[in-house]
């Protein structure tokens, strides 16, 4: 019951965190310079006055701001996004048609980070003074500090001229279709390169703080406790001191996962990769609102359902949590 | 040393370095001391005198860096612990050496049950099955007396008052029935209540057992009550040495006297509004020892001699040593 209470008390949060972002986000959207219709004028090769007012009362533009948001959200309760000025489709069918592969993305991006991030982190921690611990010192800040548009031309050149044994863009080869087997490999294939690029801040921010915290804990009272006990090293550093290092990470992962998005994004861009990253570097290009708007929709909420994720891993992790 | 039935444990010139920014501090210096089994052994001293870095140089856990044992022999049942792999020492820690810290509110892991954290020691060294361990570990909860304990070995220590985490930190050093306890302060973070029923259980459970016991205390009042014998620290050294009953009543080394006269007499009827008595000055940093006796700009008796030598080690009486120029050839 008590369970039951916070979930449906969270669900109330996060709904009028959705309608927040929407609100400001479409706001925002009209601060730009530009609209829909001088933007298509350009690409057409221009456009007659009567042909730009017709189409701004045909997508409501002629309306006040604030009217337009009235209606936009007045539709959005019934559970339409609209549609989308460039493709003229229903922005829901465009956003689902893309969303696999924008999670295929960042999922394995997190996933490498996470896992290669902390037993890295735990490695160096074992000889904080190491050659190995200086090592991930320096090729974390190099990977924390490169921005990821700039690591992700650097592996293009490197594996497009150097080295090319990797393809640089697209999801799929453009003849593949040998079955569902053949098919996960090619795109496996074209996902290293953008997984690696969007993985590697993350996976350095991981590994230094993984080894703070192992620094941390390790030098904590039960962990001279287990010692006392007599457990072997391994023991000591995996069951005793990684299940504690490990909280300061889940909420990092959990803070972080919105700009992992945003990472997504450049790397998309880069990558040609066709997901909502691409989509939504283009509608802004193209002030494409209603395509925008609901990205931005889609993205907070993935943000929201990772957090309720780390929290529930959080709660997992440590008993503490659920007393309070 | 003095004839003592069956030594269990003999430390002779163990020295401790913590080095750091380019400098040394010898923390411990040429520390010897001995435990009989079925025998109490005190170790009193102010903050920072080494006692609790000794406890730890037994089971070889001072942290490293900064620290380093650099000298010394503990000997415990025929063997140099000093000199034993890393292998070797981890059967003796927690099987036949069990060691309780100061701080029961940290000294537990908050992320895994009593009973995970009893049984393991269980499972390691008695190598018992995880039932028979968990059996085990609520039988060890029982005999440290905390109520229903079929319950509390699931628990999480955050669930547990101050008081019962020592208690299941005792059950956990006891759990193996080893030969030698080391308690280090067990009783400081603890209400006062508190620390009488964990002295009462300690005392109980040597009785049964037969262990021998380490108190290390800064109390003079504990000393009393529940030693055999105590050595006094100061300065990472043991300024004397000496069966319980002689230190009270005849204590040879004025940092004793001092640790002595601090205690607050409860009965004293007169000079009841006397302020209480302190040693004064502080204790000198192990970075900047002097090259005398570690206690001598703080002494009321002090000597010049004192300042540029350190005093060799007199023997008073059986088993009564102590390190004072005062004491020089005054002994039997």
């Keep these: 019951m008590a369970l039951f209470l916070y979930m449906a008390r969270r669900l109330f949060y996060a709904a009028i965190l959705v309608i927040g972002v929407l609100v400001l986000s479409f706001l925002l959207i009209r601060l730009a310079p530009g609209d829909p219709v001088d933007t298509l004028a350009g690409q057409m090769g221009g456009m007659t006055e009567e042909i730009r007012a017709s189409l701004r009362s045909e997508y409501g533009l002629d309306k006040p701001t604030l009217a337009q948001l009235g209606i936009y959200l007045e539709r959005f309760a019934s559970g339409n ?23 295929l993305l960042v999922l394995t991006a ?40 700039w690591t992700g031309m650097l592996l293009i050149i490197l594996f497009a001229s150097v080295l090319p044994i990797l393809p640089v863009s697209g999801m799929t ?6 079955g569902w087997l053949l098919d996960s490999l090619d795109v496996a294939h074209h996902l290293v390169l953008p997984a690696m690029s969007l993985a590697v801040v993350y996976l350095a921010q991981y590994s230094r703080l993984t080894r703070a915290s192992m620094l941390d804990v390790l030098g904590s009272d039960y962990v001279r406790t287990a010692r006392a006990k007599g457990l072997e090293e391994r023991k000591v550093f995996f069951k005793h001191a990684f299940r504690n290092a490990v909280l300061p990470i889940i909420t990092v992962v959990g803070l972080q996962f919105g700009n992992l ?16 990253g691409r989509l939504a570097f283009d509608s802004v290009l193209r ?31 440590d008993p503490r949590i659920k007393a309070s | 040393m003095d004839g003592a039935p069956t030594t269990l444990l003999d430390i002779s010139g163990l020295s401790v370095e913590f080095s750091g920014g380019g400098r040394t501090a010898r923390v411990l210096n040429d520390v010897a001391l001995t435990v009989a089994a079925n025998e109490t052994l005190g170790i009193v001293g102010e903050s920072g005198c080494g006692k609790s870095m000794t406890a730890l140089a037994i089971l070889r856990l001072v942290p490293s860096p900064p620290g380093r044992i650099t000298g010394g022999r503990i000997v415990f049942g025929g063997e140099d612990l000093l000199q034993a792999p890393e292998q070797r020492l981890r059967d003796v820690r927690g ?22 954290q009893l049984s393991e020691t269980l499972i390691k060294h008695l190598k018992l099955d995880a039932r028979a361990a968990r059996a085990r570990s609520i ?50 973070a603890l209400d006062v209540t508190v620390q009488a029923q964990i002295f009462e259980l300690l005392r109980e459970l040597r009785a049964r057992s037969g262990m021998g016991l380490i108190l290390i205390t800064h109390d003079m009042g504990v ?11 100061y300065g990472g050294r043991v300024v004397e040495e000496a069966p319980t009953a002689d230190i009270l009543s005849a204590p040879a080394h004025p940092y004793t006297r001092g640790l002595i006269a601090c205690v607050p007499d409860l009965d004293a009827e007169e000079d009841s509004g006397a302020d209480l008595l302190e040693i004064a000055g502080m204790v000198p940093s192990v970075w900047d020892l002097p090259k005398g006796c570690p206690f001598a700009d703080r002494c009321a008796e002090a000597m010049p001699r004192c300042v540029a030598e350190m005093p060799p080690t007199s023997v008073l009486s059986a088993g009564h040593r102590v390190a004072c120029w005062l004491q020089e050839g005054t002994g039997p």
């Design chain 1, 110 to 149: 997190l996933v490498v980070a996470v896992l290669s991030g902390t037993t890295l982190g735990v490695l160096a921690s074992r000889r904080p003074n190491g050659l190995l611990s200086q090592a991930i010192t320096v090729v974390s800040v190099i990977g924390y500090s490169a921005p990821v548009f």
């Design chain 2, 95 to 116: 099987h036949r050496i069990g060691m309780i810290f100061q701080e029961p509110m940290t000294s537990l892991n908050p992320v895994l049950t009593i009973g995970d």
């Design chain 1, 81 to 103: 996004l609209g549609y989308s000025y460039f493709f003229n489709l229903p922005v829901l069918s465009l956003i689902l048609q893309r969303l696999p592969a924008t999670l």
């Design chain 1, 173 to 178: 080869a453009a003849a593949v279709s040998g």
């Design chain 2, 139 to 188: 039988e060890l909860l029982k005999a440290v007396g905390i109520p229903a304990p079929e319950r509390r070995v699931d628990e999480y220590p955050h669930q547990l008052s101050g008081g019962m985490r020592q208690r299941v930190m005792i059950a956990m050093a006891i759990g193996c029935e080893p030969q030698l306890l080391i308690a280090d302060e067990p009783t400081t």
């Design chain 1, 287 to 317: 002030r494409d609102y209603p395509t925008l708007l609901g990205l931005l929709f889609f993205s907070s909420l993935l943000v929201i359902v990772a957090n309720q994720l780390v929290d529930v891993c959080y709660r997992l992790a």
């Design chain 2, 223 to 233: 000393i009393a009550e529940m030693t055999d014998r105590v050595a006094v620290m």
């Design chain 1, 261 to 276: 998005l945003a990472g997504a994004i450049v790397v998309e861009t880069v990558f040609n990769w066709p997901g909502l």
